[in-house]
């Protein structure tokens, strides 16, 4: 099943798409391998067999392992780079990490964010940014969206400043639509643009940012 899957969504858009997050969010907050479906019936093998499925399919694509809090929990870094070592001893193909960089201003900005891009691409990744927002908790004040835009001016110049950084994906644009206060409970506005799409000071943010 699990083959079958990989093959036809990553056949199906055949030279159509760059890059794929092939295996997401697999490690736990203590650096131990998540407990699925998968692992639970086929052991830790399917994350390897994963990224060869897909570059069959598509020789040409990109493959990434993408997780969250990977910005700054050291046990996640750790196990992912111990992962992506082993996966490229052995000749698996993987070509990138994502970092989804769901951020809150409640706390600190992750500040070694850059140096741990650069662990990741001393192996030959590529670095991508994939689902960035910066949350807050509501309500909205024009000091809590200042510090918002720090936060996403932060990420986009730690970007920068990273040759292997190649790309950064914002996760939403408006407020209207976010996951967050879905999730976490008294939070929200954690897009670029307000919930009647007007930008918000992150948005210039971005605009202005430049490589440190």
């Known amino acids: 099943m699990l083959r079958d899957h990989v093959t036809t969504q990553v056949r199906r858009y055949k030279g159509k798409i760059r890059a794929w997050d092939v295996v997401n969010e697999v490690v736990e907050e203590d650096g131990s391998l998540r407990q699925n479906i998968w692992l639970t019936n086929l052991g830790p093998g399917y994350i390897a067999d994963a990224f060869r ?5 598509d020789p040409h694509a990109k493959l990434f392992i993408n997780d969250y809090n990977l910005e700054w929990n050291a046990p996640k870094i750790e196990t992912t780079l111990s992962l992506v070592k082993d996966l490229q001893a052995r000749g698996v193909p993987i070509h990138g990490v994502g970092f989804q960089g769901h951020l809150g201003i409640q706390y600190d900005y992750p500040g070694d964010w850059a140096n741990v891009m650069r662990r990741f691409a001393d192996l030959g990744l590529e670095i991508a940014v994939t689902e960035l927002d910066v949350r807050m908790v509501l309500p909205v004040t024009p000091e809590k969206l200042t510090t918002q835009a720090d936060y996403y001016r932060r990420a986009l110049t730690d970007c920068l400043s990273v040759e292997a950084c190649k790309e950064l994906t914002v996760w939403g644009f408006t407020d209207r639509h976010s996951w967050v206060p879905g999730w976490f409970d008294g939070e ?3 897009c670029l643009l307000d919930e ?10 971005l605009l202005g940012a430049r490589a440190r």
């Open 196 to 205: 009647d799409l007007a930008p918000k000071p992150a948005y210039r943010a």
């Open 188 to 190: 929200g506005a954690a």
């Open 53 to 57: 499925w897909a570059h069959r399919a």
